[in-house]
């Protein structure tokens, strides 16, 4: 492994800010002028502000006039993707991989993949994402950016059955190197693409290793309600009962979009619910003019996880999560015609708690409380596109911009100060970005990674 960073050490005052409560149920609440103390990258104690001099030694984040949230975490995403923003526009859903996104995977190299890796990083940290869900190739370069940027991630090494047992064999070898690698920053997940690109004894070989490690797996399934119907035209089952016959769901699964999720499914993910999740990135969705969209309520109601994601930016546009969960708020109001469900309390703990859960983080992020790592982020809700601020709780989701985020706090460790990145050489990662896309968008060659045909 190539980082082996340890744990930050050393104290940390978050000051006078506001702080955001997000219980694991019920209402959020706002503490009014708290003071966050951060030791040796854990929070030892929310409390009343009072004298920084109290903290000795401590480095004293100025909060005042700014709201500390838990740190958003990107429940599923493909970080190397953001090299392909804006490139595969207004097609189809099989235009989309078979013309454009698989053919320009194929150029892809490492390097390319660091390059995205790193630019995605920057973006995320900006938005006030401290964790994100990676599922893509070349998984040991997007750990070294994670570790390098000082993010945490869970990672899943993308696989095709087309790969054959040499990466098969790589996935597993990446899950045993690098799972609690950047100081237990970096977790892994094993990365099956999805059951119609992996056949079912490669799931269940991955099932067993995910078993034996103690990993998740993390996998596209039920994507849309075509896939579901395919799948039962052409096995006569779902592509989550796939996942429950080859033991996937066993060993705990976070399953990507989950769309196409049928009422004879919810059983099925209820019996693992402890370890089972399912992240909704509305988004793509709607700019692929698919329908349904992620069954969010029936999955609660089955006592699911639900996180919230942005999937790449290749469909996304951004890695911006608070866009994400703004959709997830108004588009899941939308599909059951009641405007009191998806409430500002509930969207905020999807995508704080419910992230965390999802990746099985939940005893160390998703909430600012005693014992749980400093991942912070102060909100500037001063701007008049906030103002007059009512609801700091609807102002979250409804209002607030990642450009208002301005000062990130991973572990304890401050990446990002009033605005300035510390962990990134923005104009120097910028410049080399640009340079690499234009090989990277040509697709005269003909080559895909796979054909999209579930």
């Known amino acids: 492994m190539s980082d082996q960073t340890p744990v930050p050490s050393g104290r940390l005052l978050v ?55 838990p740190g958003l975490v990107n429940a599923h995403t493909h970080s190397p993707m953001v090299l392909m923003r804006g490139a595969a526009e207004d097609v189809t859903v099989e235009g989309w991989f078979n013309d454009r996104v698989w053919p320009m995977e194929s150029n892809l190299t490492p390097d390319d993949v660091r390059a995205g890796a790193l630019l995605a990083c920057a973006e995320m940290i900006r938005s006030g994402v401290t964790t994100f869900a990676d599922h893509y190739f070349f998984a040991e370069r997007i750990a070294e950016a994670v570790a390098e940027t000082g993010l945490r991630a869970d990672i899943a090494p993308t696989y095709f059955s087309s790969g054959g047992a040499a990466a098969l064999e790589g996935t597993v070898k990446f899950a045993e190197a690098w799972h609690g690698g950047a100081g237990g920053r970096v977790t892994v997940s094993l990365g099956p693409h999805a059951p119609y690109t992996v056949h079912d004894d490669d799931l269940r070989t991955l099932a067993g290793h995910a078993r034996r490690l103690g990993l998740r797996t993390h996998i596209h399934a039920a994507e849309n309600l075509e896939q579901t119907r395919a799948g039962l035209e052409r096995r006569g089952i779902t592509p989550v009962r796939v996942l429950h016959e080859t033991g996937v769901l066993e060993a705990g699964a976070l ?89 500002v309390s509930d969207t905020l703990r999807l995508a704080m708690r419910g992230g965390a859960r999802a990746l099985g983080l939940h005893d160390r992020i998703g909430a600012l409380e005693p014992g749980m790592r400093a991942d912070i982020v102060l909100v ?51 410049a080399e970005a640009e340079a690499r896309v234009a090989r990277i968008l040509d697709t005269s060659h003909g080559r895909a990674v796979q054909h999209y045909d579930p």
């Open 380 to 430: 500037d809700q001063s701007g008049p596109h906030c103002r007059p601020l009512h609801d700091p709780r609807a102002a979250l989701v409804y209002s607030n911009r990642a450009s208002d985020v301005r000062t990130v706090v991973v572990d304890g460790r401050v990446l990002m100060r009033d605005g300035r990145l510390l962990t990134v050489d923005e104009p120097a990662l910028l």
């Open 15 to 69: 000051s006078g800010c506001d702080v955001l409560r997000v219980p694991p149920e019920g209402e959020c609440e706002i503490l009014p002028a708290h003071d966050i103390v951060v030791v040796d990258g854990a929070i030892e104690d929310v409390r009343p502000a009072g004298d920084p001099a109290a903290v000795p030694g401590a480095d004293v984040v100025d909060g005042r006039g700014l709201l500390a949230v």
């Open 255 to 343: 399953i990507a979009h989950g769309c196409g999720i049928v009422e004879d499914d919810l059983p099925l993910l209820a019996e693992y619910a402890g370890t089972t999740a399912v992240a909704c990135c509305p988004k793509v969705y709607l700019k692929h003019a698919l329908s349904p969209l992620t069954p969010v309520r029936e999955l609660l109601d089955a006592g699911v996880t639900v996180a919230v994601g942005t999937d790449g930016a290749a469909g996304h546009n951004t890695l911006d999560v608070w866009e994400a969960l703004r959709l997830v708020a108004l588009t899941q109001k939308q599909a059951v015609g009641d405007a009191t469900w998806m409430t």
